[in-house]
């Protein structure tokens, strides 16, 4: 792995998948101290198929929005350098109140708010109201997240520029574009920088999302800055294609950066 955390959110069914996780991340080293479990609802769970290059994916939604802030959640989230809100997680009260408090709450104190907005029509009822929502939630987000994806569905068809314009007149001063094999667009509102793609053999595709994330967290935390710290998310990335299954032990930042990119940490 590449770091414990000061501390995460989330909401695991208490079943077996959810213990199995939770067990998972403290023989990693994690902080689980602030994990939910709901004893209503078994662990969100997604499924994908892929035939030939069509990927296919259907959802269970059931913990995920069970999310609710506690006063320790609180005092994690004012602790942490970086505070993450997941857009999975928007689309339903209480979890779709508690990010957006986390993030208000959050934004007062010397911490980076991240969102990733995240958007797929069949996880929304109504456009207007994840539109007005991702909105509202962005104006205490330091950093947007989206995929390329993400912005196509709630904008519909434009160029990658446009999307990243689109997110910064939502209110959000920083964003970074994820394009998949394209690399990604990091911008500032004044400067736009493509980042390019890390060369990999894609095996599964499960849990690249958030291993990107962890890669930026890590960049960011080592003081890169945000293209440097998007070029060693991508390394990442690259790295967890080229695994099998959703949790792969990461090795070593160093090794990741000199197995992936071919050159050293100190170089980004």
Known sequence: MLGGTAGCVASLGADALGTFVQNFLRQ?????????FSREFPTTLLFAARAGRVLQTTYYRLADWQLHNTKEHVLLAQASRIVHGSGFCLWKHPARHSIFEILRLTKKYDSTTVLQPHYEPALWRDRDDALATIKKTLQFADIATPTVDDAEHLFGKASREDYVKKYHDLGVKKVILTMGKD?????DGAQLTRVPPVDARIIDPSGVNDAWHAGLYFGMNANMDLPAAATFANAVAAYVLQQQGSLVVLPAAEDIATQMLGRSLDDL
Do not use: A, P, R
Request: charged content about 5%; glycine content about 14%; aromatic content about 0%.
């Open 28 to 36: 990693h080293k994690v902080n689980v101290t602030g994990l939910q």
């Open 183 to 187: 690399g990604c667009l990091v911008s």
